[in-house]
Every structure is written in structure tokens, then in C-alpha cells.
């Protein structure tokens, strides 16, 4: 059988620990034997992010730009700890920070959805994509703990030196005040990337804000994504048959508890923080949680939404047995590789794409699957598979298909 081909390079971001160790697995067993992979391959490992001084995580950003599609491995985000163990010259930022703000990009997480890992909620039949603002608001807030009685105001000064105030409160004893802010730039950047990626996967999209109590602060969010709507998006969804949804943000939660899932959430920094939390557990498991970053000029990211799984790698170099769960990461590289095959025009590279989801799932259905899903399965009669051998149930599966 001849290999599948492909024409544009995959951005290829390797990364840290126990994923990286999976990511050379699922290259060797489920897409080198099918597909004639080409990528243009950056180590984003922390030693290699150190010896370039982090220049290798802007180099492989601008890659993205220039190819369109990647695909990334978790990576670690240093902190004190990490200083030592990697004798680190810098507490390096975030790599999904750096490219994140390089790409002005949106992240929308994914459950993968099979049968067997049942959703809490159990009107949710189709996943809930959560897609979170990731500027500002209290995440980029400015705080003071007022120790008594006194004046607070909010003074904006003009580029002029004209000033403009608001009374925030005339204390009488102490109390707290925060400053917070946003961008229109920001915002519109949010609605473009939500719109997009509304019209890509052909589902709906809510937004939800709490516009009834900040007239001007959340108002101008609602006003913002509904102007981007009317004028650029309107058209496109009315011919796909999709719909832009906004409400109240209490109503969004509480209707949301009620739907059978199928549709984008775009949410306010604060709210997507909190929401995806509690979305991707009621789904059952981080492992099973895709993501991908996609900026409003149309480049994509893909990757898994947990971390390195740290525990198990020091289990793994110990020389012990670890069973763990490659499904998200695995969806990160189909996923690349689906939007690859559609930006040129390659029906059998996407697929592929498809066939290697479902031989994933189809082996989680028959009853083969890692320990993580084992403990919350509703089938019975399950077989626990250590790391490799999950994979290679996989590529069995996928050989059979
Ligand atoms: P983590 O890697 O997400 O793992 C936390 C725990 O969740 C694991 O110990 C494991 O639980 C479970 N888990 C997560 N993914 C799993 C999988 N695929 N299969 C089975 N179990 C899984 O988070 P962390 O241990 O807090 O962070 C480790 C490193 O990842 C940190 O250095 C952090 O900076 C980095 N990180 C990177 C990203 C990214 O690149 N996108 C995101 C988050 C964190 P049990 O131990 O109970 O089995
Ligand atoms: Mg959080």
C-alpha cells in the first residue's frame, strides 16, 4: 500500500516528559507507516527552549504563520522547581503564552466524546466546545486595599492631558477597589476567531455576558461580537444554517445545563476560565480534552489540553509500568492533519484523519483502554492497557479498518 501524500509541511512543536515519549509513539505507530509525513520539526522540549534561550518557541510561531497548520506537545511551563532540576539560565515563560500572543489567538477546548465515558449531565449527547477571551479583565487587574475612610475614582487622561472621571465609591472605613480593562482590538480579534471557527465546524455559537448590570464595560463586548456578526458573518451562517445565540450569561449557564451539547461557548476571560473547568470534568477527563489555538487571520494550533503528566514520566523512568492515556494528543495530530488535507485539497489525508479517530474510539468502545478512563467506564469487562499497548490496540484496530 502505497503512503498517503502531502504537499504543505505540518508545523511539528515536540515537548516535554511523558507526552513526548507518546508523541514519538503515535508518529511510529499510527501516522509514519499510512502517511508520508512531511513537518518542519522544532524541539520545544524545556533543554533544547534553554540552550536557545527560548528562541526556538518564536521560531516555531512564526512557522505557524508562515504554514498555517501546527501541531504541538505539552511542554513545561518552568517554575521554581524546574529552575533546578533543568539548571535553567531563565524562569522561561509559557510556551502556549508566547505563541498564543504571537498568533493574537483564540483557544477552544473539545471533549472527545465516546461511549462508555458517560458525561455527568446526562442530556449532553454531543460535545460542548468551550472557546475562552484570553485578554484581560481581572486577569490583568489592578488592586488596592483601602485602609479607611476616603475618595476612590476613576480617572482615564487623554493623549491631550483631558481628563475624565467617575466616582467609584466614598468609603467611610476600609474596604478593597480593582481596576480592570480590555481592548476593542482584543475583543474583535475574540469575535472573528469564535465566528470562524463556528463557520469551520459548523456548529452554533453563544456568547454571554452580564450587560444588564456593566452597561458599558460588558456592553461593549455584546455590541462589539453583534456589529463583527451583522456585517462580516451574517451571510456565511444563514447559508450553513447555523446561528449566533447571545444571552445573559446566568441564562447561558443555566441553559447550557439543559442542551444536548453541539455547539460552541464563547465566554468572557473569567467565565471561560471557570466554565472549562467545570465543562471538561462533567465530560469525564482532562485526557480526553482537545485544543486548539486559532487566530482571526486563519492559522491553527493544535494540541492536547492537559500537561506533561509529570507523575507518570518519573514512574517511567523508574522503570515501572505507565498507563497513560494518548487519546487528546493523538486528536491534536488528526486534527492538524484533517485541516492540512483541507487547505490543500487532499481527500485522502483527511480521511485518514477521520479513520484514525474512529479506530481510537472504536478500541475505547471495545473495551481496550488506559487506566484513567478504566476508573470511570460504564463498560464492563475492560482491559487495562499500559501506554504502548494502547497505541498498538489502535493501530490494530486501524489495520482491521
Ligand atoms: P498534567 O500533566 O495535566 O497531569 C495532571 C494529572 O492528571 C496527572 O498526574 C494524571 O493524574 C492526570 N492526567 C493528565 N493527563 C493524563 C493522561 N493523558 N493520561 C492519564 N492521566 C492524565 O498536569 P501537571 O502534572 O500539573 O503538570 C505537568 C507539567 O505540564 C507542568 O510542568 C506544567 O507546566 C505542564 N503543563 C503544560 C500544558 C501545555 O503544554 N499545554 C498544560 C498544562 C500543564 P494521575 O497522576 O492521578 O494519574
Ligand atoms: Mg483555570
Same mark, same amino acid.
Given at each position: 500500500?502505497?503512503?498517503?501524500?502531502?504537499t504543505?509541511?505540518?508545523? !511539528?512543536?515536540?515537548?516535554?516528559?511523558?507526552t513526548r515519549?507518546?508523541?514519538?509513539?503515535?508518529?511510529?505507530?499510527?501516522?509514519?507507516?499510512?502517511?508520508?509525513l512531511k +513537518?518542519?520539526?522544532?524541539?520545544?522540549?524545556?533543554?533544547?527552549?534553554?540552550? +536557545?534561550?527560548?528562541?526556538?518557541?518564536?521560531?516555531?510561531?512564526?512557522?505557524?504563520k508562515?504554514?498555517?497548520?501546527?501541531v504541538?506537545?505539552?511542554?513545561?511551563?518552568?517554575?521554581?522547581?524546574?529552575?533546578?532540576?533543568?539548571?535553567?539560565?531563565?524562569?522561561?515563560?509559557s510556551p502556549?503564552?508566547?505563541?498564543r500572543?504571537?498568533?493574537?489567538? +483564540?483557544?477552544?477546548r473539545?471533549?472527545?466524546?465516546?461511549?462508555?465515558?458517560?458525561?455527568?449531565?446526562?442530556?449532553?449527547?454531543?460535545?460542548?466546545?468551550?472557546?475562552?477571551?484570553?485578554?484581560?479583565?481581572?486577569?490583568?487587574?489592578?488592586?488596592?486595599?483601602?485602609?479607611?475612610a476616603g475618595k476612590?475614582?476613576?480617572?482615564?487622561?487623554?493623549?491631550?492631558?483631558t !481628563?475624565?472621571? !467617575?466616582?467609584?465609591?466614598e468609603?467611610?472605613?476600609?474596604?478593597i477597589?480593582?481596576?480592570?480593562?480590555?481592548?476593542?482590538?482584543?475583543?474583535?480579534?475574540?469575535?472573528?476567531?469564535?465566528f470562524?471557527?463556528?463557520?469551520?465546524?459548523?456548529q452554533?455559537?453563544?456568547?454571554?455576558?452580564?450587560? +444588564?448590570?456593566?452597561?458599558k464595560?460588558?456592553?461593549?463586548?455584546?455590541?462589539?461580537?453583534?456589529?463583527?456578526?451583522?456585517?462580516?458573518?451574517?451571510?456565511?451562517?444563514?447559508?450553513l444554517g447555523?446561528?449566533y445565540?447571545?444571552?445573559?450569561?446566568?441564562?447561558?449557564?443555566?441553559?447550557?445545563?439543559?442542551?444536548?451539547?453541539?455547539?460552541?461557548?464563547?465566554?468572557?476571560n473569567?467565565?471561560?476560565?471557570?466554565?472549562?473547568?467545570?465543562?471538561?470534568?462533567?465530560?469525564g477527563?482532562l485526557?480526553?480534552m482537545?485544543?486548539?489555538?486559532?487566530?482571526?487571520d486563519?492559522n491553527?494550533?493544535?494540541?492536547?489540553?492537559?500537561?506533561?503528566?509529570?507523575?507518570?514520566?518519573?514512574?517511567?523512568?523508574?522503570?515501572?509500568?505507565?498507563?497513560?492515556?494518548?487519546?487528546?494528543t493523538?486528536f491534536?495530530?488528526?486534527?492538524?492533519l484533517?485541516?492540512?488535507?483541507?487547505l490543500?485539497?487532499l481527500? %485522502?489525508?483527511?480521511?485518514?484523519?477521520?479513520k484514525? !479517530?474512529?479506530?481510537?474510539l472504536?478500541?475505547?468502545?471495545?473495551?481496550?483502554?488506559?487506566?484513567?478512563?478504566?476508573?470511570?467506564?460504564?463498560? %464492563?469487562?475492560?482491559?487495562v492497557?499500559n501506554?504502548?499497548?494502547?497505541?498498538?490496540?489502535?493501530?490494530?484496530?486501524?489495520?482491521?479498518?
Open positions: 500500500m502505497s503512503k498517503i501524500t502531502m504543505t509541511p505540518l508545523v !511539528e512543536m515536540d515537548g516535554d516528559e511523558m515519549i507518546l508523541w514519538q509513539f503515535i508518529k511510529d505507530d499510527l501516522i509514519l507507516p499510512y502517511v508520508d +513537518t518542519e520539526y522544532y524541539d520545544l522540549g524545556l533543554k533544547y527552549r534553554n540552550e +536557545t534561550d527560548d528562541q526556538v518557541t518564536i521560531d516555531s510561531a512564526n512557522a505557524t508562515k504554514y498555517g497548520v501546527a504541538k506537545c505539552a511542554t513545561i511551563t518552568p517554575n521554581a522547581a524546574r529552575m533546578d532540576e533543568y539548571n535553567l539560565k531563565q524562569m522561561w515563560k502556549n503564552g508566547t505563541i500572543a504571537m498568533l493574537d489567538g +483564540t483557544v477552544f473539545a471533549p472527545i466524546v465516546v461511549k462508555g465515558i458517560e458525561p455527568c449531565v446526562k442530556n449532553w449527547e454531543k460535545p460542548i466546545t468551550l472557546a475562552r477571551h484570553a485578554y484581560g479583565d481581572v486577569y490583568k487587574n489592578t488592586e488596592i486595599k483601602v485602609p479607611g476612590a475614582e476613576l480617572v482615564y487622561t487623554a493623549a491631550d492631558g !481628563e475624565t472621571r !467617575e466616582l467609584i465609591h468609603f467611610d472605613g476600609p474596604g477597589i480593582q481596576g480592570i480593562h480590555n481592548t476593542e482590538k482584543s475583543i474583535e480579534s475574540f469575535a472573528r476567531a469564535c470562524n471557527y463556528a463557520i469551520d465546524t459548523k452554533d455559537i453563544w456568547f454571554a455576558t452580564k450587560d +444588564t448590570i456593566s452597561k464595560y460588558d456592553h461593549t463586548f455584546k455590541d462589539i461580537m453583534q456589529d463583527i456578526y451583522d456585517k462580516e458573518y451574517d451571510a456565511k451562517f444563514k447559508e447555523i446561528e445565540f447571545y444571552t445573559l450569561i446566568d441564562d447561558a449557564v443555566a441553559r447550557v445545563m439543559k442542551a444536548k451539547g453541539g455547539f460552541i461557548w464563547a465566554c468572557k473569567y467565565d471561560g476560565d471557570v466554565m472549562s473547568d467545570m465543562v471538561s470534568s462533567a465530560f477527563s485526557a480526553m482537545t485544543s486548539v489555538l486559532v487566530s482571526p486563519g491553527y494550533e493544535y494540541e492536547a489540553a492537559h500537561g506533561t503528566v509529570m507523575r507518570h514520566y518519573y514512574k517511567h523512568l523508574k522503570g515501572e509500568e505507565t498507563s497513560t492515556n494518548s487519546v487528546a493523538i491534536a495530530w488528526t486534527g492538524a484533517r485541516k492540512r488535507g483541507e490543500d485539497n481527500p %485522502d489525508l483527511m480521511a485518514f484523519a477521520d484514525l !479517530e474512529k479506530a481510537t472504536k478500541t475505547i468502545e471495545d473495551g481496550k483502554m488506559t487506566k484513567d478512563l478504566a476508573l470511570i467506564t460504564s463498560l %464492563d469487562n475492560v482491559t492497557l501506554s504502548r499497548d494502547f497505541i498498538k490496540a489502535i493501530k490494530e484496530t486501524l489495520d482491521n479498518m
